[in-house]
């Protein structure tokens, strides 16, 4: 079988790229202070000089006091840090490369110590981990509205400073997909309930996110059924229920 169409360019409305192949984030942790710095812009530069399509970079946290759960993992908020993935971006696009941010929370994944502020606890749904073991705090309306407004201004930023997408991290057990699992999502308001009334939280990101960046920038989601805390976890059990989970974030603006 060839595989020749992995080479060959493709048009993602209005993303243009040179091939099919995309480079996934891989958290590397080698950001001290949550700066990108001259490491950063060699590595991400390497990938484009050797004719990557689509470059995503590692998670970057939003601007939520509790969206960090890694030390030296960098920021997409703060004018040093900004500036530090300017320098990425502009490196790549030097190299001719294409180039999309994670953004992330981490959820209630986050352990109390960890930077910015070790006082802070874990933010999640309800107040859990996984089902059947707390962690952190539920969070609350204001809370909610915080953290929607941390992804739609790290994806202005993004924009602002050069980047080609952004992708909004929805997958392997972290905030936004606590919200998604049943496991962890035991509230009883409109962010809790069915698998659409799940959605809820992803789907305000979204729209607000589609509504600072404009109609035509990229808005890429990711998504997995298994969980870092259930292998074996299950968001949609058919692709009839994969329709339904997926309609609503395609509706807000992915």
């Given at each position: 079988?060839?595989?020749?169409?992995?080479?060959?360019?493709?048009?993602?409305?209005?993303?243009?790229?040179?091939?099919?192949?995309?480079?996934?984030?891989?958290?590397?942790?080698?950001?001290?202070?949550?700066?990108?710095?001259?490491?950063?812009?060699?590595?991400?530069?390497?990938?484009?000089?050797?004719?990557?399509?689509?470059?995503?970079?590692?998670?970057?946290?939003?601007?939520?006091?509790?969206?960090?759960?890694?030390?030296?993992?960098?920021?997409m908020?703060?004018?040093?840090?900004?500036?530090?993935?300017?320098?990425?971006?502009?490196?790549?696009?030097?190299?001719?490369?294409?180039?999309?941010p994670?953004?992330?929370?981490?959820?209630?994944?986050?352990?109390?110590?960890?930077?910015?502020?070790?006082?802070?606890?874990?933010?999640?749904?309800?107040?859990?981990?996984?089902?059947?073991?707390?962690?952190?705090?539920?969070?609350?309306?204001?809370?909610?509205?915080?953290?929607?407004?941390?992804?739609?201004?790290?994806?202005?930023?993004?924009?602002a400073?050069?980047?080609?997408?952004?992708?909004?991290?929805?997958?392997?057990?972290?905030?936004?997909?606590?919200f998604?699992?049943?496991?962890?999502?035991?509230?009883?308001?409109?962010?809790?309930?069915?698998?659409?009334?799940?959605?809820?939280?992803?789907?305000?990101?979204?729209?607000?996110?589609?509504?600072?960046?404009?109609?035509?920038?990229?808005?890429?989601?990711?998504?997995?059924?298994?969980?870092?805390?259930?292998?074996?976890?299950?968001?949609?059990?058919?692709?009839?229920?994969?329709?339904?989970?997926?309609t609503?974030?395609?509706?807000?603006?992915?």
């Open positions: 079988m060839s595989n020749s169409p992995l080479f060959d360019p493709i048009e993602l409305g209005p993303l243009s790229l040179k091939n099919r192949i995309v480079m996934a984030p891989m958290t590397r942790t080698f950001s001290p202070g949550n700066v990108p710095n001259d490491l950063n812009v060699a590595y991400y530069a390497r990938r484009a000089e050797n004719e990557v399509g689509l470059i995503i970079t590692e998670g970057t946290t939003v601007g939520h006091k509790a969206a960090n759960g890694y030390a030296r993992v960098p920021f908020h703060g004018e040093e840090s900004l500036a530090g993935w300017k320098k990425v971006v502009d490196a790549v696009h030097a190299k001719g490369g294409k180039i999309a994670q953004l992330w929370h981490v959820g209630s994944v986050r352990k109390e110590g960890i930077e910015p502020d070790t006082s802070v606890p874990g933010h999640s749904p309800s107040g859990l981990f996984k089902p059947g073991r707390e962690n952190g705090v539920a969070m609350n309306q204001q809370d909610i509205d915080e953290v929607v407004e941390a992804f739609a201004q790290a994806a202005a930023d993004a924009k400073i050069g980047f080609d997408a952004v992708e909004v991290h929805g997958a392997h057990g972290y905030l936004i997909d606590q998604f699992w049943q496991g962890t999502n035991q509230r009883d308001d409109s962010y809790g309930g069915d698998l659409v009334s799940r959605t809820k939280f992803a789907v305000e990101i979204v729209k607000a996110i589609r509504a600072r960046v404009g109609a035509d920038f990229p808005i890429i989601f990711r998504f997995s059924q298994w969980k870092q805390q259930d292998y074996d976890a299950r968001l949609a059990n058919s692709p009839e229920e994969l329709k339904t989970f997926l609503p974030l395609v509706e807000a603006g992915v």
